[in-house]
């Protein structure tokens, strides 16, 4: 089975993110990188889907050259190879431009599965997964907590507000992972220096004859007019309690219009 894994570079949600004044694209160098967080569980199950049923797991990364740090962390995990395209013309791609040039990558790369987390933690649009799905014309599988594969067979179990799904559809097919679905383990020494030696084809958008034209900041569907800082956080109301305490609080609570 040949499963591809889309993994993305995020700024570290414990770093200061800030935006870029000249373009009001998030500024990726401000900040410490690191791999989104549910991409971890996305690479766990394709590595144990391919346990199970045989087969490779590809990583798939549309990022800025430092984006190659993302990929050999998802390699040391225990993936085979890689993928990155990197191209400034992708610079501030907003997600429709995202997705038809990673559809463009997997497309010309060929798969039965692909696999993603539910959503990144810096923009957290969630549609990716599906925008990928309705762009390669295959089914697509979202929020799973269980993927099981048989023959050509995918069956995921969601859980929702009212209980859980079972939703089933044929390979080829795209899923989207939430963080219940596994425990990703950690890279073992071995896998780190393995990883050094996997193979990661750079491609660019002339690779997989996409248009610069259509992709970026300057064909984003999408803009940002104007952005500003969250206002500092108030200092909390203190009440002091002198037998009082729960009528102040109460009190407090009406002027807020809590109760
Ligand atoms: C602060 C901020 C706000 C934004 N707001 C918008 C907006 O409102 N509308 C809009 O169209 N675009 C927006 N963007 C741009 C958008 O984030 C990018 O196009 C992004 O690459 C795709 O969207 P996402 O991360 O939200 O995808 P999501 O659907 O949230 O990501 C889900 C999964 O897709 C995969 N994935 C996402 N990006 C990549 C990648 N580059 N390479 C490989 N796998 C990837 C990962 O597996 C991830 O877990 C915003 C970007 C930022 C930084």
Redesign the pocket.
């Known amino acids: 089975m040949n499963i591809v894994v889309?993994?993305?570079q995020v700024p570290d949600t414990y770093s200061e993110r800030t935006l870029k004044a000249s373009d009001s694209t998030?500024d990726r160098d401000a900040a410490d990188a690191v791999i989104?967080e549910?991409?971890e569980y996305?690479v766990e199950e394709g590595l144990r889907l391919a346990e199970a049923h045989g087969g490779e797991v590809t990583i798939?990364?549309?990022?800025p050259a430092r984006a190659a740090d993302t990929i050999r962390k998802a390699l040391s995990m225990g993936a085979d190879k890689a993928v990155h395209l990197v191209d400034d013309a992708l610079a501030g791609?907003?997600?429709?431009?995202?997705s038809a040039a990673?559809a463009a990558v997997l497309g010309q790369v060929g798969f039965d599965l692909v696999i993603?987390?539910?959503?990144?933690t810096?923009?957290?649009?969630?549609?990716?997964?599906a925008m990928l799905a309705e762009r390669l014309g295959v089914p697509q599988l979202s929020y799973a907590n269980e993927v099981k594969i048989d023959g050509t067979a995918i069956t995921i179990h969601r859980l929702t507000d009212y209980g859980y799904d079972t939703v089933q559809a044929s390979l080829p097919a795209v899923v989207?992972v939430v963080e219940k679905i596994n425990e990703p383990r950690y890279p073992s020494f071995k896998g780190i220096m393995a990883a050094k030696k996997k193979p990661v084809t750079v491609l660019s958008l002339a690779d997989i004859n996409v248009d610069p034209g259509e992709i970026g900041l300057a064909s984003?569907?999408?803009q940002v007019v104007s952005f500003a800082k969250r206002p500092a956080r108030q200092a909390g109301t203190i009440v002091t309690d002198e037998g009082d305490g729960g009528a102040k609080a109460a009190e407090f609570l009406a002027t807020q219009k809590f109760i």
């Open positions: 889309c993994v993305k998030l989104n549910l991409d996305a798939l990364s549309m990022g791609s907003d997600v429709l431009g995202t990673i993603l987390g539910s959503e990144s810096d923009a957290r649009t969630g549609v990716l997964a989207s984003a569907a999408t």
